[in-house]
């Protein structure tokens, strides 16, 4: 039964690899720079490297957005992400799976009445309009970089070629090990509060966490995704948007994912705030509107004839009816599984009376204890409390 509830994430992790995860090397293979092959070879090793060594951070934030306490409803808000990622794959449009997934959580959060925590939603849409301007930025300006670099060294045709071919695959694998920090918290973050799996340790040397092994997991969906599904989004992206040369391509990917690694980077955040620096949030950024943005940053730098406004359109539209398709379809199929199945998709909130202690203590000893009734929001195994016995003691 666990199997059967987790496979919605693996399902999403799938589309994932499909849509987001193509980004990656898109532009290198749009441009034949890289064969599929290769890239996709490249981008699974990583992606799962990155998932498991650096995925935890941006999960934090979604699990604030929405804390899914039933795993029927894990599985259904993975699902209906899933399922709206892939028919806009299916059209052939890379829309964000970060998206599709905030909005199935927000569905999820007006069918059991939970408060959604509208600090953590900003910041994630915040991040959907500032992250592409980011990348088009970087984009623009290492793009400028290169020219000037490639105007000193004056390299022959083929060893160029060569420079770019090998720089193309570090820089995807350095993108993918990105994409699976950020991204992984999209594939399995809803299952992490109710995840079935212990904590394996060997000794205590070495330690395999829950969130770990189900982000192994979901990572291992991604790299099958890639495999089998990206190939034609993959040319969307290398030549749909804006028509790149093979150095252009490298910039975009560089672009990307340094965006990713920002958001995605525990160390980086603890270093900015250790200095008292503006940190930059963990959230899961979306891939898809990366490398949009990047290509964009580069045909502006080209004086914008070659943007093609028309596919540029189709794009932005996928990523504006996503969020709200993802959260239509969440609430309808909660809907239907809690009443056609009778399965639990939400745990109820419950209002208890308890000692809410207020202690005063004078010569060590309790002079008082307040009684009072609170609301919880939240899962609660047991309750601790103070009590006073005859003696005056704790």
Not at 44 to 72: W, Y
Not at 269 to 278: E, G, K, T, V
Not at 296 to 316: H, M, P, S
């Amino acid at each position: 039964m666990i199997l059967f509830f987790l496979s919605s994430g693996l399902f999403l992790g799938w589309s994932l690899g499909a849509n987001d995860a193509a980004n990656i090397f898109g532009t290198a293979v749009g441009t034949k720079m890289v064969r599929f092959r290769s890239a996709a070879i490249v981008a699974s090793i990583f992606v799962i490297l990155g998932a498991v060594i650096s995925g935890a951070g941006a999960s934090h934030t979604l699990g604030k957005l929405g804390s899914i306490n039933a795993l029927g409803g894990a599985f259904m808000v993975a699902f209906s992400a899933a399922f709206t990622v892939f028919w806009m794959t299916r059209l052939q449009i890379p829309v964000s799976t970060s998206q599709a997934v905030v909005g199935a959580i927000v569905g999820w959060n007006f069918f059991s009445h939970t408060q959604t925590d509208y600090n953590s939603l900003i910041k994630i849409v915040s991040t959907w309009v500032f992250s592409p301007i980011l990348a088009a930025v970087f984009s623009a300006l290492l793009y400028l970089l290169l020219k000037k670099i490639l105007k000193h060294w004056k390299l022959s045709i083929f060893r160029l070629d060569v420079y770019t071919r090998i720089a193309l695959i570090v820089v995807g694998a350095f993108g993918a090990y990105s994409l699976g920090a950020n991204n992984i918290a999209n594939v399995m973050g809803v299952f992490v509060p109710v995840s079935p799996f212990p904590e394996i340790s060997f000794g205590n040397w070495f330690h395999i966490s829950s969130a770990q092994q189900l982000f192994f997991l979901g990572a291992i969906a991604i790299s099958i995704g890639i495999f089998t599904y990206s190939f034609k989004v993959m040319q969307t992206i290398g030549s749909g948007v804006v028509k790149l040369t093979p150095q252009s391509a490298l910039v975009v990917v560089l672009a990307e994912s340094l965006v990713l690694f920002l958001f995605a980077s525990s160390t980086l955040r603890n270093f900015l705030l250790s200095h008292n620096l503006p940190a930059i949030p963990l959230v899961p950024v979306s891939s898809s509107q990366l490398v949009v943005g990047a290509i964009i940053g580069i045909g502006i730098i080209q004086g914008g004839r070659n943007i093609k406004f028309n596919t540029l359109g189709k794009i932005a539209s996928g990523w504006v009816t996503t969020p709200i398709i993802a959260a239509v379809i969440t609430f309808v199929a909660l809907f239907f599984l809690k009443n056609t199945f009778d399965i639990e998709v939400y745990k109820e909130n419950k209002e208890m009376s308890k000692n809410k202690i207020e202690v005063n203590i004078n010569n060590d000893k309790i002079t008082s204890i307040s009684d009072e009734y609170f609301y919880n929001n939240q899962n609660i195994d047991y309750f601790c409390y103070l009590d006073e016995n005859k003696n005056g003691n704790n």
